[in-house]
């Protein structure tokens, strides 16, 4: 069964800022590192970036102008990204990390203008 529900993604300018949220089990949430991860069709899906069930976040390459948060308490986490580039163009998954083997259907982000 899929544990995460994904939101928040739109079509956006580049420049701009979205706001992605995740919602999952507080159970999952309270002994879980998390993590946001995208895929574009025809690509392997990457991680965006993590953070650690007491809250440490941890970037990548891909990540530099974002911000994760969690909130282990209402089972939710959230992806803020700003300085948004058509490279960022992608279907955005949260789960833990090391990922499980359910995945929820993420949410489309587009750049462009």
């Known amino acids: 069964q899929v544990q995460f529900v994904e939101s928040g993604g739109d079509l956006v300018q580049p420049g701009g800022s979205l706001t992605l949220s995740c919602v999952g089990s507080t159970d999952i949430f309270s002994v879980s590192h998390m993590a946001w991860y995208r895929q574009n ?28 948060r969690r909130d282990n308490a209402k089972g939710t986490m959230s ?13 955005y998954f949260c789960n833990t990390w090391p990922a499980g083997a359910e995945w929820g259907q993420g949410t489309q982000v587009t750049v462009s203008s």
């Open 41 to 68: 069709s025809g690509t392997e899906r990457e991680l965006v970036a993590r953070i650690t069930v007491d809250g440490r976040p941890h970037y990548t390459k891909y990540s530099g102008r974002f911000t994760i």
């Open 79 to 91: 992806l803020y990204m700003r300085g948004m580039d058509p490279v960022d163009t992608a279907v």
